[in-house]
Structure formats: structure tokens, C-alpha cells
């Protein structure tokens, strides 16, 4: 079975701090793949970054940077130098090959509030 | 290029009614996924198609839900006989292969309210 668990259900920040969202992952399979998405308070769903879990290279985009780690089985997400717009939920994933498809397992997610 | 594409985006029912939910997938994809997120809650899997099949319903509640995803046009996720527990945002997600590599991307949602 697989389970996503992020502690932190809810951040508050002011803007221009850094922030490290928490993501511990469970699974027995050896090929699987890890997610992040961003819910706006528009509701939508918004794809951020994949990461396979033969690749555990951290990843830098922009502001955002995704720190993987195999032997904690944690895949943290950090915002630096945050700001208002970045007030939402984000949500965790894991898809893997026990599963149909590419079926997601969600964390409970972390409401991020960055006040000015 | 439209993403993945869902309506209505918001749905009143009163309880015993029916509730149509659909979804057209992005271009060139051929596999929907349905979530269900309930009220400060994170997203559940309920159900995995592909064109005229169901592939994994193992996320749906045994009664009043159904999926298809026919040859020709949308998906559609039908609630029969609505009740109060069903007010959710029902996410519709698609990607290219069914494969566990794909990145599935969603739609807006549709919020649906039972009165």
C-alpha cells in the first residue's frame, strides 16, 4: 500500500521568508514517482514538478527547490524569498507501479498563508 | 492547446436528485482519472478509465456512483440520488499513456453542494 503524510497542516509566513514543506512517503515499490501541486484559493489544481525515484538530484525552479531523499523516503519542497502570491495548498503525490495506471496516492496537503 | 476541461464548474442539487459531472480530457490524452476532495480534506482516488473502459474502480462507493467514458465524447461521473455527504470538489485528471511515468493534469473541478 502506499501512503503520502504531510505533517504540517497549516504555515503561516511573512512575506520574503523561506519555507520548507514536509512530505514523507510510503511504499514497498522500488520504481516509483512523487509529485507536488498547488491548489490557489481559485480551486484549481496546478502541476508542479515530477521526480522518479531513481533520480535524487534536488531541483531548483526559480524560487522553488525540491530537496529528495531515498533514505528518509521525504521529498520537501522549499519556497524561498516567499510572497503573497504563493498562498495556497500544496499537495504531495505518489503514483507507483503497484498501482493502475498513473493512479495518484495524495497527502492530506499544507495550507500555506504568506502575509505582507 | 486547452488543458483538461470540466462543467459544470459548480452544482446545486437537492438531496435524491441525480448529479452529471464531466470531463473532456486533454488532446491526445486517453485515460481520465476521477478525485473526490471533501471539505478540508486532500484528494481520494475513485475511479480510472480509458475509452470505453473502466480500469480501476477500487475509490468508488459501492452504491449511487457510476463512471464511463464513452468512444465519443466527455467522461461522465453520475451521482444517483444525491445526499448531503456527497458535497465534494470532484476533480477530473487525464494523462497520455496509463502508464505510472505520466504527469496527470487536472481540471478546474466541479464543486458540487447538496442541499
Redesign the interface.
Same mark, same amino acid.
Given at each position: 500500500a502506499q501512503k503520502v503524510t504531510q505533517a504540517q497542516t497549516e504555515i503561516s509566513v511573512v512575506e520574503k521568508e523561506d519555507v520548507t514543506l514536509d512530505c514523507v512517503y510510503e511504499t514497498r515499490d522500488t &520504481?516509483?514517482?512523487l @509529485?507536488w501541486?498547488k491548489q490557489p484559493p481559485s480551486?484549481?489544481?496546478?502541476?508542479l514538478i515530477?521526480r522518479?525515484s531513481f533520480d535524487e538530484q534536488n531541483e531548483i525552479s526559480g524560487r522553488y527547490s525540491w530537496n529528495f531523499q531515498k533514505s528518509t523516503s521525504s521529498f520537501n519542497f522549499t519556497i524561498t524569498a516567499s510572497q503573497v502570491v504563493d498562498s495556497a495548498v500544496y499537495?504531495c503525490?505518489l503514483? &507507483?507501479?503497484e &498501482?493502475?495506471?498513473?493512479?495518484? &496516492? @495524495?497527502?492530506?496537503?499544507t495550507q500555506l498563508t504568506v502575509n505582507p | 492547446n486547452a488543458g483538461v476541461m470540466q462543467n459544470p464548474r459548480h452544482l446545486v442539487r437537492r438531496r435524491g436528485q441525480e448529479a452529471r459531472l464531466r470531463c473532456s480530457p486533454m488532446k491526445g490524452h486517453s485515460h481520465v482519472y476521477w478525485y473526490r476532495q471533501l471539505p478540508e480534506e486532500g484528494l481520494k482516488f475513485m475511479v480510472y478509465l480509458q475509452k470505453e473502459n473502466i480500469i480501476d474502480e477500487s475509490g468508488m462507493p459501492k452504491e449511487r456512483f457510476s463512471a464511463e467514458f464513452p468512444k465519443e465524447g466527455p467522461s461522465i461521473l453520475r451521482i444517483q440520488q444525491v445526499v448531503r455527504g456527497d458535497s465534494a470538489a470532484y476533480f477530473c485528471a487525464s494523462s497520455p499513456e496509463g502508464v505510472s511515468t505520466d504527469t496527470q493534469y487536472f481540471g478546474p473541478g466541479t464543486r458540487l453542494t447538496v442541499l
Open positions: &520504481t516509483y514517482y @509529485f501541486y480551486g484549481e489544481l496546478v502541476f515530477r522518479n499537495f503525490a503514483s &507507483t507501479q &498501482t493502475s495506471g498513473s493512479r495518484l &496516492t @495524495f497527502g492530506e496537503g | -
